[in-house]
């Protein structure tokens, strides 16, 4: 099972950008999707943003036009470019891998850590 680890997370002021990374230990090339994930104090844990393996993308409405997803498969990487961060996107952030075996019908996922993102007024 593919393991995750974050990074690119700290403390920012609001305008800044930051640029998150999710590290798997294994090919990522094949994985059905990647995707972030977010969870502020008191609140449930949300998609900020997703790739499929043919590239499609999804995000949150509250992040889009700031957020951008990427996959480097060569270097078995999923980003996340934050730009124009606002105090509402402080969260810690959660890389995601998700993939759907039809043989067993299900889905088979891994979860990061976790990498805090502040940022302040």
């Known amino acids: 099972q593919v393991q995750l680890v974050e990074s690119g997370g700290g403390l920012v002021q609001a305008g800044g950008s930051l640029r998150l990374s999710c590290a798997a230990s294994?090919?990522?090339?094949?994985?059905?999707?990647m995707g972030w994930y977010r969870q502020a104090p008191g609140k449930q844990r949300e998609l900020v943003a997703s790739?499929?393996?043919?590239?499609?993308?999804t995000y949150a409405d509250s992040v889009k036009g700031r957020f951008t997803i990427s996959r480097d498969n060569g270097k078995n990487t999923l980003y996340l470019q934050m730009n124009g961060l606002k105090p509402e996107d402080t969260a810690v952030y959660y890389c995601?891998?998700?993939?759907?075996?039809?043989?067993?019908?299900?889905?088979?996922?891994?979860w990061g850590h976790g990498t805090q993102v502040t940022v302040s007024s």
């Open positions: 294994g090919s990522i090339a094949s994985i059905d999707a």
């Open positions: 790739v499929t393996s043919g590239g499609s993308t």
């Open positions: 995601n891998a998700d993939s759907y075996y039809s043989e067993y019908g299900a889905h088979f996922g891994s």
